[in-house]
């Protein structure tokens, strides 16, 4: 488990605390135990972060904040207060409507229709500008963000390949591992039998050896006195 735990953390996948840190820096080195080396563990491409678009902040820009950019200067009659007039005389024709207007116009001395048009005319190109400057904001959002998922599909590559390599490393050392490991199981398994064969031939001579010398006893050893 410990090793699946660092292999996620090379890749960025789980954060280690701070004494599981300190033992994957300590075993990042480790031995062969076929041919006594060190394997060093290669570090793990990381993967860049990917920020997020901050969509929300392009809404919802106040018409008045736009035209103040725009440094469009106080109208005397502004654009919105001529649609609000037109609203109240939706009623009419649209040709009495303009009649309307421009006779309110001609009776107050205060503003003139021009002035609306002039307004309305500069909003519409502040308006146009900001959709211009929206569409290229997107237009490098765009390229950021591919640019960035390109990276990230490269790096994932990367990756890939260099955790494959180390499988590939692992699978290779398990079967050196494996064919040591059925090595040493055969020759243990031969000086075992060589042993049990020993054993049983100084068995054999021993038990000769034994038989031949009974053959004193038995003719020699006095015979035990009868009881009375």
């Not at 062969?32 to 902040?57: C, H, N, R, Y």
């Not at 106080?74 to 207007?101: H, Y």
């Not at 490991?181 to 021993?206: H, I, K, P, Y």
Request: glycine residues 4%.
């Amino acid at each position: 488990m410990k090793g699946i735990m660092d292999l996620l953390a090379r890749v960025k996948l789980v954060e280690l605390s701070e004494d599981e840190k300190q033992v994957a820096a300590e075993t990042a080195m480790t031995m062969d135990p076929v041919t006594d080396q060190p394997i060093v563990a290669e570090p793990l491409p990381s993967s860049p972060a990917l920020a997020p678009m901050d969509g929300a902040a392009l809404e919802e820009i106040s018409f008045t904040a736009i035209f103040d950019q725009a440094g469009i200067p106080p109208a005397p009659f502004p654009a919105e207060k001529l649609l609000r007039l037109l609203d109240g005389l939706r009623a009419m024709d649209s040709a009495t409507r303009k009649a309307a207007v421009l006779a309110m116009d001609a009776a107050d001395d205060g503003w003139q229709i021009s002035d609306s048009v002039s307004d309305a005319q500069q909003k519409i190109a502040a308006l146009m500008s900001h959709k211009q400057r929206l569409a290229a904001q997107l237009q490098g959002s765009e390229q950021q963000a591919a640019a960035r998922m390109t990276e990230v599909r490269h790096d994932l590559d990367a990756a890939t390949a260099a955790i494959r390599q180390q499988i590939a490393e692992l699978e290779q050392l398990l079967e050196r591992k494996i064919t040591q490991s059925a090595q040493e199981t055969t020759g243990a398994e031969a000086d075992l039998r060589a042993t049990r064969e020993a054993v049983a031939r100084e068995a054999r001579r021993m038990d000769t050896e034994i038989e031949r010398l009974r053959e004193i006893p038995s003719h020699f050893t006095p015979a035990a006195p009868a009881a009375n």
